[in-house]
């Protein structure tokens, strides 16, 4: 009965010391790396990393007009990379005022996990400091396929922790923090994660892993720089081991980046053999910047757009119409040498064209990604429009030879940021934007033309929904939507419209 007692009395003692700290020791995620890739004094850590930080900004004169809204930077030892992770940081200390959640992205250095690991520790203690988990987000994220809690996966991680001292230099006490390790999962389930991260100017993205290793500094050199020009060109498929300890974070925020038309840039390179010449083991290390465009650019696009289209529009309606001349000769569409025609009409672009007979719609084919030149787009299009298009028989000659062509040019898509249904939709103007819905392999497009054919934005995106083989009520976070405007020119609207049909 003693024994019962003294028992019970233990247990009261420790609960009032857990509501006391008002955190439970299980609640917190203790540091693993203190004391041998950062110092134990608090305040000696902070000295170090704020002067790693200061001194980048020196060294690189990081500008204040263009801010990253990720960066991906090194973990290792701060004697190791920290100069070239207070670069990535120096870029990010303007935003100090707006940051209220910083996610953490890396990969797991202490053995196989399954999927995308997120903890369940409510905090992650370092050196004088607690950081909060933003649970509200773990919550959205827990959600996604393919993503689970793992206490043991992030328990004695390093590459996060090391990130912690230089978001505390540069944000402060106030933000909050959402750690999360990717062992297995495609690129597509990374940029999905990262789409729903993404927010505004109250999140910052960053990607911690370290890059090339060798013995030769020269070569390491060599191959991070290479590497680097990769990035630069979001060129995300090429992205293995080789290159980063932490690929496939590197390599879906690049998909990202190229799906949004975000811009990456290199902000610092160096090697552990820049600290250390006298090392067995060389070890590369990058700070690189992802930036969001300006909306603007949407504006030049158009404008530029509309002027490639004014001074070439008969060219590319006569090939639209010679293209479907070639479709009854040979069956089969133009093939064009590209090189007699104008440089602007080489690039890539997008097309939907539409063949009309006695003012009916007789046709109609369409891109709704640039993957090929808008001169070959109009061409495989045109083709398509007149044979291939499954509502109607396939065109014959005597048509022709009164049909009317009409080509819609789209602009770049641009993403649309929302919270749910209901925001997207309050976001969406009518009669104006076509849209592109994308959700994992399922996808469709509704030019701006369709809004004529529903009464309202909510019965708009539910055919879209319904047209990309998803139901009408579904919804989900990894959902994506892009808006996009159409710029279209018609053979009737020419001084001579059948002279597209006449052979040159």
């Given at each position: 009965?003693?024994?019962k007692?003294?028992?019970?009395?233990?247990?009261?003692?420790?609960?009032q010391?857990?509501?006391?700290?008002?955190?439970?020791?299980?609640?917190?995620?203790?540091?693993?790396?203190i004391g041998?890739?950062?110092?134990r004094?608090?305040r000696e850590?902070?000295?170090?990393?704020s002067?790693?930080?200061d001194?980048?900004?020196?060294?690189?004169?990081?500008s204040?007009?263009n801010?990253p809204?990720?960066?991906?930077?090194?973990?290792?030892?701060?004697?190791f990379s920290?100069?070239?992770?207070?670069?990535?940081?120096?870029?990010?200390?303007?935003?100090?005022?707006?940051?209220?959640?910083?996610?953490l992205?890396?990969?797991?250095?202490?053995g196989?996990?399954?999927?995308?690991?997120?903890p369940q520790?409510?905090?992650?203690?370092m050196?004088?400091r607690r950081?909060?988990?933003?649970?509200?987000?773990?919550?959205?994220?827990i959600?996604m396929?393919?993503?689970?809690?793992?206490?043991?996966?992030h328990?004695?991680?390093f590459?996060?922790?090391?990130?912690?001292?230089f978001i505390n230099?540069?944000f402060?006490k106030?933000?909050k923090?959402?750690p999360?390790?990717v062992?297995?999962a495609?690129?597509?389930?990374?940029a999905?994660l990262i789409?729903?991260?993404?927010g505004?100017?109250?999140?910052?993205i960053?990607?911690s892993t370290?890059?090339?290793?060798?013995k030769?500094?020269?070569?390491v050199?060599k191959?991070?720089?290479?590497?680097?020009?990769?990035?630069?060109?979001k060129?995300?498929?090429?992205?293995?081991?080789k290159?980063?300890c932490?690929?496939?974070?590197?390599?879906?925020?690049?998909?990202?980046a190229?799906e949004?038309g975000?811009e990456?840039?290199?902000?610092?390179?160096?090697?552990?053999?820049?600290?250390?010449p006298?090392?067995?083991?060389?070890?590369?290390?990058?700070?690189?910047?992802?930036?969001?465009?300006?909306?603007?650019l949407?504006?030049?696009?158009?404008?530029?757009?509309?002027?490639?289209?004014?001074?070439?529009?008969?060219?590319?309606?006569r090939?639209?119409a010679?293209?479907?001349?070639t479709?009854?000769?040979r069956?089969?569409?133009l093939r064009l040498?590209e090189?007699?025609?104008?440089?602007?009409?080489?690039?890539?672009?997008?097309?939907?064209?539409?063949?009309?007979?006695?003012?009916?719609?007789r046709?109609?084919?369409?891109?709704?990604?640039?993957?090929?030149?808008i001169?070959?787009?109009?061409?495989?299009?045109?083709?398509?429009?007149?044979?291939?298009d499954?509502?109607?028989?396939?065109?014959n000659?005597?048509?022709?030879k009164?049909a009317?062509i009409s080509?819609?040019f789209?602009?770049h898509?641009?993403?649309?940021?929302?919270?749910?249904?209901?925001?997207?939709?309050?976001?969406v103007?009518?009669?104006?934007?076509g849209l592109?819905?994308?959700?994992r392999?399922?996808?469709?497009l509704?030019?701006?033309?369709?809004?004529?054919?529903?009464?309202?934005?909510?019965?708009?995106?539910?055919?879209?929904?319904?047209?990309?083989?998803l139901?009408?009520d579904?919804?989900?976070?990894t959902?994506?939507?892009?808006?996009?405007?159409?710029i279209?020119?018609?053979?009737?609207?020419?001084?001579n419209?059948?002279?597209?049909?006449?052979?040159r």
């Open positions: 009965m003693k024994f007692l003294f028992l019970l009395f233990v247990l009261c003692c420790l609960s010391t857990g509501q006391a700290r008002n955190v439970m020791p299980q609640e917190i995620r203790y540091p693993a790396m041998r890739f950062y110092p004094d608090g850590l902070s000295r170090q990393v002067d790693l930080i001194a980048a900004d020196r060294r690189l004169r990081v204040d007009g801010i809204k990720a960066v991906i930077v090194p973990h290792n030892a701060l004697y920290g100069e070239v992770a207070g670069a990535g940081y120096a870029a990010l200390k303007r935003l100090k005022p707006f940051v209220k959640r910083v996610v992205i890396g990969s797991s250095h202490q196989k996990y399954f999927g995308i690991s997120l520790a409510q905090y992650w203690e050196p004088n950081f909060e988990v933003d649970r509200n987000m773990v919550g959205n994220l959600k396929q393919g993503i689970g809690f793992d206490n043991y996966a328990e004695a991680e590459s996060l922790e090391m990130q912690l001292p230099a540069v402060g106030d933000v923090i959402v999360i390790l062992e297995d495609s690129v597509a389930q990374i999905d789409d729903v991260v993404w505004g100017p109250e999140t910052v960053i990607i370290d890059m090339s290793a060798g030769d500094a020269e070569e050199g191959a991070i720089r290479e590497t680097a020009a990769r990035l630069e060109k060129d995300y498929s090429s992205i293995k081991e290159h980063f932490a690929p496939l974070p590197v390599a879906g925020i690049l998909a990202y190229r949004n975000l990456v840039q290199t902000l610092d390179l160096k090697t552990s053999a820049d600290a250390f006298m090392t067995d083991k060389v070890i590369g290390f990058g700070a690189f910047g992802i930036y969001e465009t300006d909306n603007s949407q504006a030049d696009s158009r404008e530029r757009l509309e002027s490639i289209l004014q001074t070439n529009q008969e060219t590319l309606l090939v639209a010679q293209s479907i001349i479709g009854f000769e069956g089969r569409p040498r090189n007699r025609y104008p440089e602007e009409l080489r690039e890539k672009g997008a097309t939907f064209v539409n063949i009309y007979y006695n003012g009916a719609l046709g109609s084919s369409g891109s709704t990604e640039a993957t090929r030149s001169l070959e787009d109009i061409s495989e299009n045109a083709y398509a429009a007149a044979f291939s499954y509502r109607f028989i396939p065109l000659e005597d048509e022709m009164k009317e080509i819609s789209l602009t898509p641009v993403p649309i940021r929302f919270e749910n249904e209901e925001d997207l939709l309050s976001k103007a009518p009669q104006l934007d592109i819905l994308k959700e392999a399922n996808r469709a509704f030019l701006p033309q369709t809004w004529q054919t529903f009464s309202s934005p909510k019965e708009f995106f539910i055919h879209l929904k319904q047209n990309a083989g139901p009408a579904y919804w989900s976070p959902v994506k939507v892009y808006r996009f405007n159409v279209d020119i018609n053979s009737g609207d020419l001084e419209p059948k002279s597209i049909w006449q052979s």
